[in-house]
């Protein structure tokens, strides 16, 4: 009698576990998507006066 309640344990705690696994996972919600639009015109710039490169001081001049 022992026996069949032991097997019997068992096999329900196994097929319980199978149960579980086949269970989906919880998975994070997709990213939002990217606004469709049109592209910022004149925002870049480019054309421009060059970034970083400032006129060349002067020369300096000793009189003497």
Do not use: C, F, H, Q
Not at 5 to 17: D, E, K, P
Not at 33 to 56: D, H, N
């Amino acid at each position: 009698m022992m026996k069949i309640v032991l097997v019997t344990a068992a096999s329900l705690a196994m097929l319980s576990a199978a149960a579980a696994a086949d269970l989906p996972r919880k998975e994070p919600p997709p990213p939002a998507p990217a606004p469709v639009g049109k592209a910022p015109i004149g925002k870049y710039p480019v054309g421009k006066a060059p970034i970083g490169k400032y006129p060349t001081p002067p020369p300096v001049v000793t009189k003497g």
